[in-house]
């Protein structure tokens, strides 16, 4: 069973920046790809950024596309979410999730997922 713990969110004023954290452990890890999602107070669950099981592959969301950069250590079992020029509107709760199936490039539909985090809270001052 893969268990996932995110860290690292916290209180930023708009323009800072924030890296999260995701430590997997009870699974392949480097056999799967891996997303970050955030979910804001009344919002859906949405997408914010995948990378493929080998990290060759990244995909992001429009919103925080050039912003946002997702990476992985596979020998740590940790993927990371690096975030600047934060906004405002990118308040939310941010999880990570680990795919259904092995060796997937990484995809933006939560139906492709099965192991998710608890969570942790990003909140941007304005």
């Known amino acids: 069973q893969v268990q996932l713990v995110e860290s690292g969110g916290g209180l930023v004023q708009a323009g800072g920046s924030l890296r999260l954290s995701c430590a997997a452990s009870?699974?392949?890890?480097?056999?799967?790809?891996m997303g970050w999602f955030r979910q804001a107070p009344g919002k859906e669950r949405e997408f914010v950024a995948a990378?493929?099981?080998?990290?060759?592959?990244?995909h992001y969301a429009d919103s925080v596309k050039g912003r946002f950069t997702i990476s992985r250590h596979n020998a740590k079992n940790t993927v990371y979410l690096q975030m600047n020029s934060l906004r405002p509107e990118d308040t939310a709760v941010y999880y990570c999730?680990?795919?259904?199936?092995?060796?997937?490039?990484?995809?933006?539909?939560?139906?492709?997922?099965?192991?998710w985090g608890q969570g942790t809270q990003v909140t941007v001052s304005s």
């Open positions: 009870g699974g392949s890890f480097s056999a799967y790809a």
């Open positions: 999730a680990a795919e259904r199936f092995p060796y997937g490039v990484g995809h933006s539909q939560i139906s492709e997922y099965d192991y």
């Open positions: 990378i493929s099981w080998s990290g060759g592959d990244t």
